[in-house]
């Protein structure tokens, strides 16, 4: 990039605390404002991370001429409408997953993009992961032959939450699937494409949330298994099986560091450590997107999020799995 990219961040909440500090490690980054519903906060967090400019509205943010890209870090139920918004005043956007919470969501975003001539990605961070890259081109070159099975989880005890938080309020569109269970489907989905078929069941804590959902995705020659949940912690080491080999990524594979190939009894293992916790990943791609002018990304582009959400819209009708403005 020969200039700096302006970014202000929206929702000062914990993927925001993680986030700036991978934005930090981006040379052509300039973290130019931070907006928090309230003022205090904002500048609370803009004089810890040294940034220059604190708003106490996110409308003041989007207003701002000098921001050219803005990240949307608030809970999934507003993705949709605080990234149209932005996309509005000229901003291109990089919305934390899932892009929205549901197909029609994706696709009004997806328009407003392409209305406003503004990029827009999902912030899919594991699409970005050097181990995870290297393992897609592994699988896409052959080396360990047809797939024929894949396993991936991601689940973590929550139930000692508060249930008003983001996590596990289904006014908020809380649950194990749109939060977490979107990691398993994403490896699926990158490593096999969409299934022909879905099976899938999910329990349901006294207030109404998901916090457990197990699928089976079937290919006509593979099939994966996929589970999130929020009432126990899984292993979160994904293994992705052909017919002449396999490779593992160890705990916790969303946030890969290295992978393990096994060819005839023989492992190998190799590590590839991330810089920062991995969000500098994406950061870089929406960087090279709006450096050649894209607005979107080729590794991970409009269509990919809308396979996303569809999968798990599928996954939520079998499973009852509703939330209640959507009543
Ligand atoms: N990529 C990743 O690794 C990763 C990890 C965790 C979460 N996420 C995603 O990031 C998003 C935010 O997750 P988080 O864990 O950062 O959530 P969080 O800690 O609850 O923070 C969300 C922030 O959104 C703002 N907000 C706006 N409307 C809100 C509302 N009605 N209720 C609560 N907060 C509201 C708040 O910021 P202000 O008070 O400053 O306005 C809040 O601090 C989610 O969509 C989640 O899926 C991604």
């Known amino acids: 990039m020969s200039e700096n990219v302006r970014w202000g961040i929206i929702g000062l909440g914990n993927i925001a605390r993680n986030f700036v500090k991978d934005l930090a490690l981006v040379k052509e980054a300039q973290i130019y404002a931070a907006a928090s519903r309230n003022l205090e906060k904002a500048k609370g967090f803009t004089e ?45 956007v990089l919305c934390e997953k899932p892009m929205g919470i549901n197909r029609a969501e994706v696709e009004k975003m997806i328009a407003a993009a392409q209305e406003n001539k503004v990029f827009l990605m999902e912030a899919l961070w594991s699409r970005f992961n050097p181990s995870i890259r290297k393992v897609k081109q592994m699988v896409d070159s052959g080396d360990i032959g047809p797939l024929a099975y894949l396993h991936a989880d991601f689940a973590f005890y929550a139930l000692d939450r508060d249930f008003e938080g983001r996590v596990l309020n289904p006014k908020l569109a809380g649950g194990s699937l749109l939060d977490i269970g979107i ?121 990919n999020s809308l396979d996303l959400i569809t999968l798990m819209d599928t996954v939520r009708k079998q499973n009852g799995i509703a939330f209640p403005f959507e009543e």
């Open 48 to 92: 810890e991370y040294n940034i220059p400019n604190a708003f106490g509205s996110y409308k003041e943010l989007l207003e701002c001429k000098e921001v050219d890209v803005v990240y949307i870090a608030t809970p999934h139920t507003s993705h949709c409408e605080l990234s149209i918004m932005a996309m509005e005043h000229g901003k291109h």
């Open 183 to 303: 990691y398993p489907i994403f490896l699926s989905y990158l490593l096999l494409g969409k299934p022909d078929q879905i099976l899938s069941t999910s329990n349901f804590h006294d207030n109404g949330a998901e916090v457990q959902t197990s699928m089976i995705f079937k290919y006509p020659n593979a099939q994966a298994i996929l589970y999130s949940g929020f009432t126990s912690r899984s292993e979160m080491k994904a293994e992705i099986s052909g017919e002449k080999g396999t490779i593992y990524i160890p705990p916790r594979w969303h946030e890969a560091q290295g992978y393990t190939v096994e060819i005839n009894g023989e492992k190998e293992e190799f590590s590839m450590p991330t810089t920062g916790r991995g969000y500098f990943y994406e950061i870089k791609e929406v960087h090279a997107c709006l450096d050649q002018g894209k607005l979107e990304s080729s590794l991970w582009s409009h269509r």
